[in-house]
């Protein structure tokens, strides 16, 4: 058994399309490596920074991603490795670990499809587009009557009501 612990810079963007980890982001690896009599048995947690548009209010943010793996990797001419397919199970090869399929594939189930900066993000208003978050809290629209709106426009600016 050894334990390793690694930070891999990112070379391809990991994720999904609204949210992923970038290119060159630190990838904090935290992994125990069992011998086991069919191959190596590689678990742990890998952490990172995922960046995210949110799909509410279409603001970037970032959020910590951490997730765990569990992988066997066959020996070359193990029972596993005969038995099971390609996809099915991770071999070593030339006495190598490739975690980059795993780390990828983990990340990305991980991430949600539909992300937003915060599960109480109030969007966009639907009057004039402007982020609620920001806006002042009584933020609405008075919306006028055609008919008034004439009547408006024959008067000064300041003496009409807020918009
Ligand atoms: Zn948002
Ligand atoms: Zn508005």
């Not at 630190?26 to 960046?51: C, H, N, P, W």
Request: net charge negative.
């Amino acid at each position: 058994m050894r334990e390793e612990h690694r930070s891999v810079a990112l070379k391809t963007r990991v994720g999904l399309e609204m949210i992923g980890i970038p290119a060159g982001e630190l990838l904090e690896m935290d992994l125990r490596l069992e011998a086991v009599s069919e191959g190596v048995l590689v678990s742990g947690t890998i952490d990172g920074t995922a960046t995210g548009e949110c799909v509410r209010c279409l603001e970037d943010f970032e959020e910590p991603v951490e997730v765990s793996i569990t992988e066997l990797f066959a020996y070359p001419g193990s029972a596993t490795s005969e038995t099971t397919d390609e996809d099915e199970i991770y071999r070593i090869e030339d006495e190598l670990i490739d975690l980059e399929p795993v780390v990828t594939d983990t990340i990305g189930l991980s991430l949600p499809l539909q992300p937003v900066c915060d599960e109480d993000c109030p969007g966009l208003c639907s009057e004039c587009g402007v982020p609620l978050a920001i806006a002042d809290s009584g933020h609405s629209h008075a919306i006028l009557d055609p008919r008034w709106a004439a009547l408006a426009d024959k008067f000064p600016a300041a003496e009409r009501p807020e918009a």
